[in-house]
C-alpha cells in the first residue's frame, strides 16, 4: 500500500524560513511526478509546486522564488523549503504523487504550516 | 495560466437525488481533467481522471463527462457517504489548476 508521511509543519514567524518532508513508501519519489499542494483554513486546494521525474521543477506564481521543491532519492523523501513565510502561506500542505502523470492518484495526510508573530 | 470555475459552489441534495456539478477551463485542456471528493480533515480522494475514466475502487453511482472547456460530475444516486466538498483539477499543462470546490450538503 502507498503511502505518503509528511512531516516539518509548524508555528512560524513571517519572514523565517520552515522545510517540509514527505516520506514515501512502496511509491518511488524519484520515479513518478510528485506535487506540493496546500489549503489555506476554510479554503480551496491550491498547487503549490511540482517535480518531475527527470528533475525539472515548477512553481506556482504565489511561491516561486521563495519556496522549493526537492527529493532525496536514497530516502525516498519530498521536500519543500520555504523561505520568506507569509501570514497567506498558513495552510495545511499535502504532498501528492502521481503514478501515470497529470492527476493525483497518492496523497499525503498534511501537514499544517501556521504562519504568525 | 488556465482558470478553472467550478458550479454551484453549494448544493443542497437529499440522499437518492441525482446531483451534476459543473468544471469550466478558461481554455481548451482536452480530457485533462480530474475530479476529487475531500471530507473534512481529511486528504483529497481522486475520483475519476481523463475526464470519465473511473478511479480504482470508486462506486459506478459517479460518472463524469466533457471535452475542451466544460465537464461535469454526477452522482446518479446520492448515498450519506457522499455528503463531502468536490474539485476538479486540470493537468493540460504543468501547472495543475484546481476548481474552488463544490460543497454538497444536506437538503
Known amino acids: 500500500e502507498v503511502q505518503l508521511v509528511e512531516s516539518g509543519g509548524g508555528l512560524v514567524q513571517p519572514g523565517r524560513s520552515l522545510r517540509l518532508s514527505c516520506a514515501a513508501s512502496?511509491?518511488?519519489?524519484?520515479?513518478?511526478?510528485m506535487s506540493w499542494v496546500r489549503q489555506a483554513p476554510g479554503k480551496g486546494l491550491e498547487w503549490v509546486s511540482l517535480?518531475?521525474?527527470?528533475?525539472?521543477?515548477y512553481y506556482a506564481d504565489s511561491v516561486r522564488g521563495r519556496f522549493t521543491i526537492s527529493r532525496d532519492t536514497s530516502k525516498n523523501t519530498l521536500y519543500l523549503q520555504m523561505n520568506s513565510l507569509r501570514a497567506e502561506d498558513t495552510a495545511v500542505y499535502y504532498c501528492?504523487?502521481?503514478?501515470?502523470?497529470?492527476?493525483?492518484?497518492?496523497w499525503g495526510q498534511g501537514t499544517l504550516v501556521t504562519v504568525s508573530s | 495560466d488556465i482558470q478553472m470555475t467550478q458550479s454551484p459552489s453549494t448544493l443542497s441534495a437529499s440522499v437518492g437525488d441525482r446531483v451534476t456539478i459543473t468544471c469550466r477551463a478558461s481554455?481548451?485542456?482536452?480530457?485533462?481533467l480530474a475530479w476529487y471528493q475531500q471530507k473534512p480533515g481529511r486528504a483529497p480522494k481522486l475520483l475519476i481522471y481523463?475526464?470519465?475514466t473511473l478511479a480504482s475502487g470508486v462506486p459506478s453511482r459517479f460518472s463524469g463527462s466533457g471535452s475542451g472547456t466544460v465537464f461535469t460530475l454526477t452522482i446518479t444516486s446520492l448515498q450519506p457517504d457522499d455528503f463531502a466538498t468536490y474539485y476538479c483539477?486540470?493537468?493540460?499543462?504543468?501547472?495543475?489548476?484546481f476548481g474552488q470546490g463544490t460543497k454538497v450538503e444536506v437538503k
Open positions: 481523463k475526464a470519465s
Open positions: 517535480i518531475y521525474a527527470a528533475g525539472t521543477t
Open positions: 483539477q486540470q493537468y493540460n499543462s504543468y501547472s495543475r489548476t
Open positions: 512502496e511509491f518511488t519519489v524519484s520515479s513518478n511526478y
Open positions: 481554455q481548451s485542456i482536452s480530457s485533462w
Open positions: 501528492a504523487g502521481e503514478w501515470v502523470g497529470g492527476y493525483f492518484d497518492f
